[in-house]
């Protein structure tokens, strides 16, 4: 297992990652700590994890935790492009030049300009609640209006979209994401920006593979973090679909650690 990074690493990918900060504010997925965050409440963080090893006998996550529902951030991008596929798989074509040119920075990236284009385009939040019906989520919820960022979901609901990406194998057959979708949706979150790999990647070995997404989001009224990430690990040959959700963090910084203190221990 690898070992913890130092708080200076941390702080460190953190600060990459603010740069990206400012390009939620419009679209009300994430907002800067209020004037008064001083006498905001104290952080009280909570977090909760799933894992599934794809190459055990069972298919039944354990879960750590309460497993409430959390703000989805930026990991429901994996969900919006799921979403996408599907209707192309319904309509018998490939991704457009267009679609592909919004979908790769969306995951790689995390870019939000692009998620704003393909969360119209699936039909915003009942778009996202039919293709997950398809997909086998049962506790996921779209957010307002162009608000994608503010996804109700579940690490457990989590476990069940990486499923459809990963394993294929679920009960709704031809409506599930044929091949081509699955590899293409791992191809991106295995080429995730160097620093936007944080996260479930804390609980694979050093150079293991690692496909992932992560999200983050500072709460308008409190000013403190919810910070997320979902994807695939493989510790000791094993496969691992891991799902961490969290929130009530004080900073960024804080999230992360905690993000990945949880994933290493249940996957551990």
Do not use: C
């Not at 990236?109 to 996202?128: F, K």
């Not at 990486?162 to 599930?176: C, E, I, M, N």
């Not at 009224?221 to 969290?246: E, F, I, M, P």
């Amino acid at each position: 297992m690898p070992s913890h990074p130092s708080p200076t690493a941390v702080r460190t990918r953190a600060g990459a990652l603010l740069t990206s900060v400012a390009a939620l504010v419009s679209l009300g997925a994430l907002h800067p700590a209020p004037a008064a965050a001083a006498s905001a409440p104290a952080a009280s963080p909570h977090a909760t994890a799933a894992v599934l090893d794809l190459d055990g006998a069972g298919r039944t996550p354990v879960v750590h935790g309460k497993d409430s529902a959390y703000d989805t951030a930026s990991i429901v991008k994996v969900d919006i492009l799921a979403a996408l596929l599907l209707r192309a798989q319904d309509a018998g074509r490939q991704l457009t030049a267009g679609e592909r040119g919004h979908a790769e920075p969306m995951i790689e990236r995390s870019d939000n300009t692009a998620a704003n284009a393909l969360w119209r385009q699936i039909g915003q939040a009942s778009g996202l609640a039919a293709a997950n019906k398809r997909l086998g989520l049962t506790s996921t919820t779209g957010g307002p209006g162009v608000k994608w960022g503010l996804t109700r979901t579940t690490a457990t609901d989590q476990i069940r979209l990486l499923r459809a990406v990963f394993d294929g194998d679920t009960k709704s057959g031809s409506s599930a994401l044929n091949a081509d979708s699955r590899s293409y949706l791992r191809s991106l979150m295995s080429k995730v920006v160097p620093e936007q790999t944080w996260g479930v990647s804390a609980a694979g070995g050093s150079g293991t593979p690692r496909a992932l997404k992560n999200g983050w989001l500072q709460r308008n009224t409190s000013g403190l973090w919810d910070v997320n990430s979902v994807g695939q690990v493989t510790v000791k040959g094993h496969r691992y679909l891991v799902a961490v959700l969290s929130n009530g963090s004080a900073s960024m910084s804080d999230g992360i650690s905690l993000v990945e203190r949880t994933a290493r221990q249940a996957v551990a």
